[in-house]
T-cell receptor, first 115, second 113 residues
Framework: NAGVTQTPKFQVLKTGQSMTLQCAQD?????MSWYRQDPGMGLRLIHY???????DQGEVPNGYNVSRSTTEDFPLRLLSAAPSQTSVYFC??????????????FGSGTRLTVV | AQSVTQLGSHVSVSEGALVLLRCNYS??????LFWYVQYPNQGLQLLLK??????LVKGINGFEAEFKKSETSFHLTKPSAHMSDAAEYFC???????????FGGGTRLMVKP
């Protein structure tokens, strides 16, 4: 039972490069989301999706794109990386489109450094 | 907009002492409240949650939290700290639409032998 799987675990990018952070879940969760974690700021929501084909912006969406073509996958794309995007990124998922009282299931994170 | 404030970014206790991690929230409607724990280099794990009903909720590893509406608080406690409790703890509130979980800044708990 894998839960939420994020790849890669670590990545170093040069300013201006692009990359995709992968997130996959095998729990048939409708709701998926991306957070970034920065010291002293907790986790901040970047984008979320309540089902395949539906995405929406969170608190800090600028510089990031997402798509949701399947229930299982929710990739996060950085089109032109900037040093301000150096952070730890977490993918999280949940049942019932996020309306449920369940907590989220989190992946183990991707540590991204932009130089 | 809802928000979560965790008082104290670092808390240090001795092994066997009481653990108290503070969380205050702002929300215009009755919230769903959560505590998560993050061990080094890992994702977040759910400790406990308050949705409706009993205001004192029990979670894993001996932790509990009490929802106090009048104080807009959801403080996390454990009667006796263990070395394995050393981690970062996050309080979070889910919005009324249920599509956004807002986190506090986190409290790093250190346990001294």
């Amino acid at each position: 039972n894998a839960g939420v799987t994020q790849t890669p675990k670590f990545q170093v990018l040069k300013t201006g490069q692009s990359m995709t952070l992968q997130c996959a879940q095998d729990m048939n969760h409708e709701y998926m989301s991306w957070y970034r974690q920065d010291p002293g700021m907790g986790l901040r929501l970047i984008h979320y999706s309540v089902g395949a084909g539906i995405t929406d912006q969170g608190e800090v969406p600028n510089g990031y794109n997402v798509s949701r073509s399947t229930t299982e996958d929710f990739p996060l794309r950085l089109l032109s990386a900037a040093p301000s995007q150096t952070s730890v990124y977490f993918c999280a998922s949940s049942y019932q489109g996020g309306r449920s009282t369940d907590g989220y299931t989190f992946g183990s994170g991707t540590r991204l450094t932009v130089v | 907009a809802q928000s979560v404030t965790q008082l104290g970014s670092h808390v240090s206790v001795s092994e066997g002492a009481l653990v108290l991690l503070r969380c205050n929230y702002s929300s215009s409607v009755p919230p769903y409240l959560f505590w998560y724990v993050q061990y080094p280099n890992q994702g977040l794990q759910l400790l406990l949650k308050y949705t409706t009903g009993a205001t004192l909720v029990k979670g894993i590893n001996g932790f509990e939290a009490e929802f106090k509406k009048s104080e807009t608080s959801f403080h996390l406690t454990k009667p006796s700290a263990h070395m394995s409790d050393a981690a970062e703890y996050f309080c979070a509130v889910k919005n009324n639409a249920g599509n956004m979980l807002t986190f506090g800044g986190g409290t790093r708990l250190m346990v001294k032998p």
